[in-house]
């Protein structure tokens, strides 16, 4: 008999409470974004040849999307990146085409990327693909400069373990449900 996977069945509870359709406040959202392209430019800055990248694609607009959400992001003459005004031309359209949350955090524990469907300017969305390939937010760096360097790489080593076993957990629940 084969055990159904916990991912599985929250999916299925979630799927089935009559709940309404919630949607945050237009300004929640907008908060949001804007955090979002903070820790984007904090983890940018950081990274001389992406930033170099982003300066040759300046004003040009990538927007992404995820179900009813949808992100417009413009590269700066500085190499970061600003939200775009709502009456720009997207060059770049990227939608996670995944709907459930569960299974898109599902594949991005298991290590995979997301499926994603592309629209647009093919070289923008070369200069993305590299940035998502090249640079890595060095968060332990970061946690180094408010706590120290031991307390930050103790913290950083307890992050990667537990990152591990939810990735082999997922990755044996994934091979469970393609044996049934």
Request: aromatic content about 4%; overall charge negative.
């Amino acid at each position: 008999m084969a055990t159904q996977s916990p991912f599985q069945l929250m999916e299925g509870f979630l799927q089935n409470l009559p709940l309404p359709d919630l949607q945050p406040p237009a300004w929640a959202i907008e908060e949001i974004q804007r955090r979002i392209v903070l820790l984007l430019n904090h983890i940018l800055s950081q990274e001389t040849e992406a930033t170099s990248r982003l300066v040759r694609q300046k004003n040009r607009v990538v927007q992404l999307q995820w179900r009813a959400y949808s992100m417009r992001l413009m590269a700066t003459p500085a190499g970061l990146l600003d939200q775009a005004t709502g009456d720009a031309k997207a060059d770049l359209v990227l939608v996670l085409t995944e709907e459930s949350p569960i299974a898109l955090a599902q594949e991005l524990f298991q290590g995979n990327r997301p499926a994603v469907r592309i629209a647009g300017d093919v070289q923008l969305a070369a200069e993305v693909n590299w940035l998502v390939d090249h640079v890595r937010w060095d968060i332990e760096e970061d946690l180094a400069r408010i706590i120290g360097d031991a307390p930050a790489h103790t913290l950083a080593e307890s992050a990667r373990g537990i990152v591990k076993a939810l990735r082999q957990f997922v990755g044996s629940a994934a091979t469970a449900k393609a044996q049934t």
